[in-house]
């Protein structure tokens, strides 16, 4: 059997999946099991933030793997403490404490627990988050993501979330009860099809929040840790928030799977011994490796080539002129193209999107969709100018065969 036919045999089918099984990748390249060399615009979904295989993981997960891996939460871990030390002063740089998961729906569901025990004293437990939104599939955060064809067939759904539109601050404030606990929100809305926050609205929902004693929780899963071209994602919007709760994973672990999320330490009181747990929550293994990722991205300065990579994206972008192209829209190398799929000629019934990024495998880039109408870049954020270059040429190359005549 191929990894095609055995998948489809033995692994759900939750997935849809683009026709490429992926063998090996080194740096923003990837090749499949023939061979064949890709460059690798799409990085686990913003999550490879060192490109594949990058030599200060490859050595910290080979070091510590013979170390040790895993104990558990009953005794104290060296190198979780470590990590949570440089999360808090040199990442986040407000007084707090962190918890670790294994994903970012976890860290999400943590945040959620942690706005539940806010609101207790007060009988408040409600949560608004925004249309469009991605939080992750466990249920709790799956029901806080508001997008209805990610609900759809799983009733009933946990009680206590409200969903309103982004970037208008009067359909939050008439979205207030007196149940209302906490706001939950991405900077910069991944999945939903790269939709930033505007630097108004995060400026006044933290008012907002501060004035009306409403936790301000941040999901950073997809723009932190440099994606946005700083180290925190909503610093690249806003400056100055300090946010209640903040949840993390995808690029933290640079490929290794580890979650997190913060909590400012005024609250950290409300999740005491036995509140909240997690097995492998971090390990040894994955708090080494999120480590390195993280201490790699602050030696080099990665942000600061995250910067110039958006500048060369959106000039060339904008140097086409292209007649299918409608705008650049993201931060840093959380970019999204968005296509004028009346100007392409694209199968009946199928998504544009999709259909550019199968294309787009064939000349040898990997990016990924969100929605019907955005290809998103996120290459490592050690891209190269060259790397850039080449994948960009790759991107004209498709939307002009794609271009109706
Ligand atoms: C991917 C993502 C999640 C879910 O993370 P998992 O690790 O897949 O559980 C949550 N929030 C945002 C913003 C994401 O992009």
């Known amino acids: 059997m191929t990894t095609t036919e055995k998948t489809k045999q033995y692994v759900l089918e939750t997935y849809g999946r683009f026709p490429l099984t992926v063998a090996r990748g080194k740096g923003t390249r990837v090749w499949d099991e023939r061979g064949r060399e890709y460059l690798d615009f799409c990085s686990g979904i913003a999550t490879c933030s060192l490109g594949h295989c990058h030599p200060a993981l490859t050595k910290a997960i080979a070091e510590q793997s013979t170390t040790l891996m895993h104990c558990s939460n009953l005794y104290y871990i060296g190198q979780q403490a470590d990590l949570a030390e440089l999360i808090v002063e040199r990442v986040v740089g407000h007084p707090g404490k962190i918890f670790f998961s294994n994903s970012g729906a976890e860290a999400n569901d943590g945040l959620i627990k942690f706005a539940r025990r806010f609101g207790q004293a007060t009988g408040r437990y409600e949560v608004i988050t925004f249309n469009k939104s991605f939080h992750g599939r466990t249920i709790g955060a799956m029901t806080a993501t508001a997008q209805t064809k990610i609900h759809e067939g799983f009733d009933p759904l946990p009680t206590g979330f409200t969903y309103v539109e982004p970037n208008n601050l009067d359909a939050v404030k008439a979205a207030l009860t007196d149940k209302t606990a906490a706001f939950l929100l991405e900077p910069i809305q991944g999945e939903g099809g790269v939709n930033p926050m505007t630097r108004e609205f995060l400026e006044g929902l933290s008012g907002l929040a501060k004035e009306k004693d409403i936790l301000l929780l941040l999901d950073e899963v997809q723009c932190g840790f440099g994606r946005t071209g700083d180290l925190n994602g909503y610093d690249t919007i806003a400056s100055g928030l300090a946010p209640d709760g903040i949840s993390w994973a995808k690029g933290m672990g640079g490929g290794f799977p580890i979650g997190s999320f913060y909590v400012a330490e005024k609250h950290a009181h409300l999740l005491g011994p036995g ?40 000039e060339t972008i904008a140097g086409w002129n292209h007649p299918a192209i409608t705008e650049v829209r993201g931060h840093g190398l959380l970019l999204g193209i968005g296509l004028k799929p009346d100007a392409l000629d694209i199968p009946e019934g199928k998504a544009a999107s999709i259909h550019l990024c199968a ?47």
């Not at 993280?294 to 959106?314: C, H, P």
């Not at 290459?379 to 190269?384: A, E, H, Y």
């Open 275 to 314: 509140s909240h747990g997690s097995t492998y929550g971090g390990n040894a293994l994955a708090c080494a490796a999120s480590k390195a990722v993280i201490e790699t991205i602050i030696a080099e300065n990665l942000t600061e080539n995250v910067k110039a990579r958006e500048a060369q994206i959106r």
């Open 359 to 405: 294309a787009l495998i064939e000349k040898g880039l990997l990016v990924p969709p969100a929605g019907p109408e955005i290809i998103r870049l996120l290459p490592p954020l050690n891209v190269s100018a060259d790397e850039v270059d080449q994948a960009l040429q790759l991107v004209k190359a498709a939307f002009d065969d794609h271009l109706k005549s």
